[in-house]
């Protein structure tokens, strides 16, 4: 696979906003991001140009109070207006090659909307990352349940011409050490790639045993992304 070929893996979250989820979108061709129920990402055109017009853009859109996350190849210098605060450094990983062995899906459930309070419930306390109360509309969630509880997931989150993103990969405390994260990260890789598309997923720079665990599964290192969080300069301060 060359560069240009992942070239809109370079903006993830503007690439999926302006392809298969432009329907989970608020903005322009300036700057744009998920409803804030869905995902609290934003992303500005990447067209030159036309900077301080995409930041006021991306100002107007945010509430007073409310806070959006931004991933950049580079440090990000916002207008006056508004507020940068660096949360930390992000690895971008894909699977390049599909997964042709048989992946143990026993026990493995299709989550729907009638799950999405445990799912939100199970996120809230095992904190994988942003879930909001409409994340699961991003795409396919699946699940694992004990006696009715469920007690680990995994799911599709920004998706793009060519790519989709696995996040969302949570275990309960109870059910760690099990490997049933990465017994749900494989079958998504391989529903991903039996649709034709590259599995992606982001991880922290600093949380090594994830990265250990996602390049044992077939993923690879590609990208670093600068994870900024931008809220407006009137906000009230906390």
């Known amino acids: 696979m060359n560069d240009s070929t992942q070239l809109p893996l370079d903006r993830p979250i503007w690439s999926a906003l302006t392809t ?5 979108r608020q903005g322009d061709r300036l700057a744009c991001r998920y409803f804030p129920d869905v995902a609290p990402f934003a992303a500005m055109s990447p067209e030159p140009g036309e900077t301080a017009a995409n930041w006021h853009a991306l100002h107007d859109l945010l509430q007073a109070d409310e806070a959006v996350s931004l991933l950049s190849l580079d440090a990000l210098d916002p207008i006056d207006a508004l507020q940068a605060e660096r949360i930390g450094m992000l690895h971008q990983m894909i699977a390049p090659r599909p997964l042709n062995e048989t992946v143990d899906d026993q026990d493995v459930i299709h989550l729907t909307g009638r799950d999405a309070p445990a799912m939100f419930d199970l996120a809230q306390t095992t904190k994988p990352g942003p879930f909001g109360q409409r994340t699961h509309q991003m795409g396919h969630y699946i699940g694992i349940r004990d006696g009715g509880r469920l ?18 990969v949570c275990v309960d405390a109870d059910y760690r050490g099990k490997g049933l ?5 494989n079958v998504l890789r391989k529903q991903i790639g039996q ?3 590259i599995p992606f997923l982001h991880v922290f720079s600093a949380n090594q045993a994830a990265i250990t665990l996602y390049e044992r599964l077939g993923f690879e290192q590609r990208q ?5 969080r931008v809220k407006r300069a009137d906000s009230a301060p906390g």
Do not use: C, K, W, Y
């Not at 298969?20 to 989970?24: P, T, V, W």
């Not at 994260?181 to 990260?185: I, S, T």
């Open 151 to 168: 007690i680990a997931m995994a799911g599709e989150r920004m998706q793009l011409d060519g790519f989709v993103e696995i996040s969302a």
């Open 195 to 197: 649709r034709g598309d």
């Open 181 to 185: 994260a990465g017994r749900l990260v």
């Open 20 to 24: 298969r989820q432009a329907h989970l």
């Open 224 to 228: 670093a992304f600068v994870l900024t």
